[in-house]
Every structure is written in C-alpha cells, then in structure tokens.
C-alpha cells in the first residue's frame, strides 16, 4: 500500500526536533509532503517562501519527501493530496493537550484521514521553534537546535551575529 502523509506546521523555522519526525516519516511512508501552513494567526518570523526554501534545502536528500504550503483547513488540504495519514511530533505531555483537540477536530472533519503522533527522539524532545527565536533573540548560542543554515537565517533576519 503507498501510504501518503503529510507533515504540517508553522516551522518557524524549522528545527533538528522538525527533521527528526521528516527522517523517520520518510521510513515509514511512502510519501510524506512536509505541508507549511500559511493562514496561521501566529506572528512569524519567517515569510512562507522563506519557510518553504529552507525546508527544501533541509530536505532534499530524501527522495519521498516534498514540500509545499497550505491555506485554509489542513483537512481540505489533505483530500486534495489524496493523503490520509497527518503526522505530528509529540514533545511532552504539554503537547498532548493541543494535539488531542486538533487531531479529534481533524477526524470529525474528515474520518478517513487518521493523524500518527511520533515521539520527538529525545535528544530533541525540548527543542520548539518558539525557543529557538527567543534564545536567538537574546544573542544566545542556538547551534544544538537548528542546522547551520537555519541559524545563519535567523540571525540575519534578525539583524544579530549571535553565537556559534
Ligand atoms: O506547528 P504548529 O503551529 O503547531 O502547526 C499547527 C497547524 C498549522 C498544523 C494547525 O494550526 C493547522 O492545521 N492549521 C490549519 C487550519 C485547520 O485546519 N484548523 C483546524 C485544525 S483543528
């Protein structure tokens, strides 16, 4: 069975945390579309465009994995991919909140897509995208949270040098 997933979130930026869950994604389906959302009612650091470049950069290793954008309900977005797996990380039990509404919301929206919740590996599981602009914010030393490339855009738009 060729098994389509999708991937979304803000990725504001992207993060090693964001990766972990695309690399492991990649194993387990056949297609995983790594879907940035646009209409989101978060202040962002990074344009969508900006969003979409770096995760394509971050990702083109992998043959089965894509990257897009969506506008307007993920389910919707979903049928039109003919996807019917979401894939979410879950960080800690704080997660689990949020996540249980949307995914519950999600199903009641479209029954035939389930959402898959993968452990955030560890070495991860306290790193968000929240923490990366606020450390860098600060000048702080965000190189064990978001690979290179990352950093050096955060930085810049920032208007900081920040720590390596
Ligand atoms: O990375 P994030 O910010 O936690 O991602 C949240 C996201 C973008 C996946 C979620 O807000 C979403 O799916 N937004 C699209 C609008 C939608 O479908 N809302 C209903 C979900 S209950």
Redesign the pocket.
């Known amino acids: 069975m060729r098994t389509i997933a999708v991937y979304?979130?803000?990725f504001d930026p992207p993060t090693y945390g964001h990766l972990d869950i695309i690399d492991r994604s990649s194993r387990v389906f056949s297609r995983v579309i790594v879907a940035v959302?646009r209409n989101?009612r978060k202040e962002v650091l990074f344009t969508t465009a900006e969003r979409i470049d770096m995760l394509k950069q971050l990702t083109r290793s992998y043959s089965n994995v894509e990257v897009d954008s969506f506008k307007g309900?993920?389910?919707s977005y979903a049928a039109d991919k003919g996807a019917h797996v979401v894939v979410r990380g879950l960080r800690a039990i704080s997660d689990f909140e949020y996540e249980f509404q949307?995914a519950h919301?999600?199903k009641k929206l479209a029954d035939d897509v389930d959402t898959v919740f993968m452990m955030t590996g560890e070495r991860y599981s306290y790193i968000s995208s929240n923490i990366v602009r606020e450390i860098a914010g600060f000048g702080g030393k965000i190189d064990d949270l978001v690979p290179e490339l990352v950093r050096e855009r955060v930085f810049r738009k920032m208007g900081k040098r920040g720590k390596s």
């Open positions: 979304p979130g803000s959302a989101i309900l993920l389910m949307m919301m999600n």
